[in-house]
C-alpha cells in the first residue's frame, strides 16, 4: 500500500451489490446536501 | 498501517487465488483497456491510475492506456465512458464529483442507471491549504479571517457543482462565510494556481498537494472530514470545529458502461482487486 500510505489515503476496497447500494445511497443523500447549499442546476 | 512485507504477502496470496478464475476468462486477457481518468494530468487520481495501470500490464499482460478527458468537473470523460461500447475495454476512474455531485449541479447526460461501479477502492478527505506567508496559521483563524473579510479572499475549485466546490460551501456555510471560487479543471492545475499566487486557498486532494507541504511552501488548515488525515496530522478535523456532519469524502473507483456482460464485468473486478493489493500500490 506504498501510495495510500504516502499520501495518508485509506484502503476501502468495496463492490458488487454493496457498492451499487452505497452509492446510490450517496447519490441521493448529496442530491439533498447541494440543494440546501445553493449549488442545485439552474 | 500495512508494512511492506506484509502487503507483498496479501498481494501475492490474492495473485494466486484469481489465476484459477482468471483461467477460465482466458478470452478477454488480450483486449486492451483504456481506462478514462476525467481530470488533467499530474493530479492524485492519475498518478494513482497510472501506478495501477503499469500494475496490471505487469502481472496480467493486459495492454492499458489511462486518457485524460477532463472538463465539466469530470462529466465529459465519464460522460465518454458511458457512451462507450459495453464490452468491458473501455472503463473510467472516478470521484466523488463528476457520479455523486456533478448530476445534481451541472446539466450533464448520465445518470446512476448509466453505468455499472466495478470497484471502489479508496477514500480520503479534501483539504483547505494556503501559502506558508497567509496571515492565519490555524483553522480557527482561517474561519475568522474569512468571515470578517467576505469576498476577500478566493479558493479553487475543480469547476463548478464539483466535489472542491461542495467541501469548501459547505464548511463556509456553516460558519456564514463567503467566499470566492475560482475555477482550474482539476488539481494538478489548481495546486499551479495557489503556488503561483493566483488564488488563497487550495480545495482539493492531499496527494497532489503533499510535496509542497513538505517542503515547507504550503500550509493546511483544514481537512473536510470527521477525523484527522494520517498524512497531515497536525491539520484540524471538522469534529474539532464541531461539524462532523459536513464531512466532504474523496474516494475513487472504476466504473463501466451500463450493459458491460457480467462475465466481463467479473473478470475486471478481479484483476482490479488483485491489482489494487499490490504493494506498490
Not at chain 2, 507483498?8 to 482466458?26: D, H, P, Q, R, W
Not at chain 2, 451500463?258 to 500500490?281: F, M, N, Q, W
Amino acid at each position: 500500500m506504498k501510495f495510500l500510505d504516502d499520501v495518508g489515503e485509506t484502503l476501502e476496497l468495496t463492490k458488487g451489490p454493496q457498492l451499487t447500494k452505497q452509492l446510490n445511497e450517496e447519490y441521493h443523500k448529496l442530491g439533498q446536501v447541494v440543494k440546501a447549499a445553493g449549488l442545485s442546476k439552474k | 498501517m500495512t508494512t511492506t512485507k506484509e502487503s507483498a504477502m496479501i498481494y501475492f496470496k490474492k495473485l494466486f487465488a484469481v489465476f484459477t478464475i482468471l483461467s477460465t476468462s482466458i478470452a478477454f486477457a488480450a483486449d486492451p483497456i483504456t481506462i478514462i481518468w476525467p481530470s488533467p494530468a499530474g493530479g492524485g487520481g492519475d498518478i494513482y491510475f497510472r501506478i495501477f495501470s503499469k500494475v496490471i500490464e505487469k502481472e496480467f499482460g493486459v495492454p492499458v492506456v489511462v486518457s485524460n478527458i477532463s472538463g465539466g468537473g469530470g462529466s465529459i470523460g465519464v460522460a465518454k465512458m458511458v457512451g462507450s461500447k459495453p464490452d468491458g475495454t473501455t472503463l473510467a476512474g472516478a470521484w466523488t464529483g463528476p457520479i455523486s455531485i456533478a448530476p445534481h449541479t451541472l446539466g450533464i447526460s448520465y445518470t446512476p442507471d448509466d453505468y455499472i461501479p466495478v470497484m471502489l477502492f479508496s477514500s480520503a478527505p479534501y483539504v483547505i491549504c494556503t501559502l506558508t506567508n497567509f496571515p492565519a496559521n490555524t483553522a480557527t483563524e482561517l474561519l475568522d479571517l474569512l468571515k470578517k473579510n467576505p469576498n476577500k479572499y478566493s479558493f479553487v475549485t475543480h469547476g463548478p457543482g464539483g466535489l472542491a466546490q461542495l467541501a469548501a460551501t459547505r464548511v463556509f456555510l456553516t460558519f456564514g462565510i463567503t467566499q470566492r471560487d475560482i475555477p482550474y479543471k482539476g488539481a494538478g492545475e489548481s495546486r499551479v494556481g495557489l503556488l503561483g499566487g493566483h488564488v488563497d486557498m487550495y480545495v482539493g486532494s492531499i496527494p497532489a498537494i503533499l510535496q509542497f507541504i513538505q517542503t515547507g511552501s504550503v500550509k493546511c488548515l483544514l481537512v473536510t472530514a470527521a477525523k484527522r488525515a494520517k498524512a497531515l496530522p497536525g491539520t484540524t478535523s471538522l469534529s474539532e470545529l464541531g461539524i462532523a456532519g459536513e464531512e466532504t469524502l474523496l474516494w475513487r473507483a472504476i466504473f463501466v458502461p451500463r450493459g458491460t456482460p457480467p462475465d466481463r464485468t467479473a473478470y475486471l473486478e478481479k484483476i482490479l482487486e488483485v491489482s489494487h493489493v499490490h504493494p506498490r500500490l
